[in-house]
Each structure stands twice: as structure tokens, then as C-alpha cells.
């Protein structure tokens, strides 16, 4: 399995995943900027949940701010977190001058 999301029409979002983490997470972000699902522990290390998000479904992503984590073993829920889903955007607006 290894991670799936999942968002309803509602926005509500539940990260679903087959193998414990090796820490207490604090929250769960996408960063649009490499289209990814990372999970954020309680000590600041990041994990990439390897979750690649397409164009389609950012849109379905903007108006999350909760996720549930839920640990699955033999299609049945184990352990789960509320946690504060956010969405980043690390585009700096930068621009090249060249002169």
C-alpha cells in the first residue's frame, strides 16, 4: 500500500498507510512545489509520505486543514491522529534579471 490520500467533496482528507511510523507526527503537509505528501514529526523531521499529487486534485487540497493518519494492518484500521494539514507554497517570486 504504502500511502494513500484520500478528500471528499467536504475537503475532509484521510492519510492511509501500511507500515508504522517511526515517530509522533504533528502535522501533515503538501508542498507544491514538489507535489508531495510530507509528515512532519513532533521533533521537526520531515518524512516524504511519496504521495505525488496531480494538477486535477490541488484543488480539491485548498480547502483541507485537517487529515486523518490512520495506520492500516489486513484492511483494517490500527491506530489514527487528527493532525493540522497545510499546504505550502515555497515559490519565493523570485526572478532572474539578467543584465
Known amino acids: 500500500m504504502g ?3 484520500t478528500v471528499n467533496d467536504q475537503h475532509e482528507a ?3 498507510h501500511d507500515v508504522p511510523l517511526e515517530f509522533y507526527p504533528s502535522w501533515v503537509e503538501f508542498s507544491r512545489d514538489v507535489r508531495g505528501i510530507r509528515i512532519i514529526s513532533v521533533e521537526g523531521a520531515e ?3 511519496g504521495v505525488l499529487i496531480n494538477l ?3 484543488q480539491q487540497l485548498d480547502g483541507v486543514d485537517q487529515v486523518l ?3 492500516m494492518k ?3 484500521p490500527v491506530e489514527g491522529y487528527e493532525l493540522p494539514f497545510i499546504n505550502q507554497n515555497y515559490d ?3 526572478q532572474h534579471v539578467s543584465g
Open 14 to 16: 484521510m492519510l492511509l
Open 74 to 76: 489486513n484492511q483494517m
Open 92 to 94: 519565493t517570486g523570485a
Open 47 to 49: 518524512f516524504s509520505a
Open 69 to 71: 493518519l490512520v495506520l
Open 56 to 58: 486535477v486534485a490541488w
Open 3 to 5: 500511502f494513500i490520500l
